[in-house]
């Protein structure tokens, strides 16, 4: 089996900083792509930042020179680095991480999700 748990969220200030990490354990062979995605009510969950096992990184516009993704491979870990924080930025932010296993009959990719963290930034 395999498990993604996020942690980091919480309550900041506007101008703040947090940092969210996200841990895959399990019978994982490999961890391609890992990302970060947030959900506000009434809206639909959004791509924040990806990063490739390479190291390759993609964000969000509205977030492009305040947040940093990263990852530790070794680790089957990824964090969100998130500074100069908006009320806008609010939301559930989920890990995503996209796992290769082993098992019987064969070698599987599948995409899985972190239950989520609350980040809520006061004005």
């Known amino acids: 089996q395999v498990q993604v748990v996020e942690s980091g969220g919480g309550l900041v200030q506007a101008g703040g900083s947090l940092r969210l990490s996200c841990a895959a354990s399990g019978t994982i062979f490999s961890v391609n792509a890992m990302a970060w995605y947030r959900q506000t009510p009434g809206k639909q969950r959004e791509l924040v930042a990806a990063?490739?096992?390479?190291?390759?990184?993609n964000y969000a516009d509205s977030v492009k020179g305040r947040f940093t993704i990263s990852r530790d491979n070794a680790k089957n870990t990824v964090y969100l680095q998130m500074n100069s924080l908006k009320p806008e930025d609010t939301g559930v932010y989920y890990c995503?991480?996209?796992?290769?296993?082993?098992?019987?009959?064969?070698?599987?990719?599948?995409?899985?999700w972190g239950q989520g963290t609350q980040v809520t930034v006061s004005s």
């Open positions: 995503n991480a996209r796992i290769v296993t082993k098992r019987i009959p064969g070698i599987y990719e599948n995409d899985y």
């Open positions: 990063i490739t096992s390479g190291g390759t990184t």
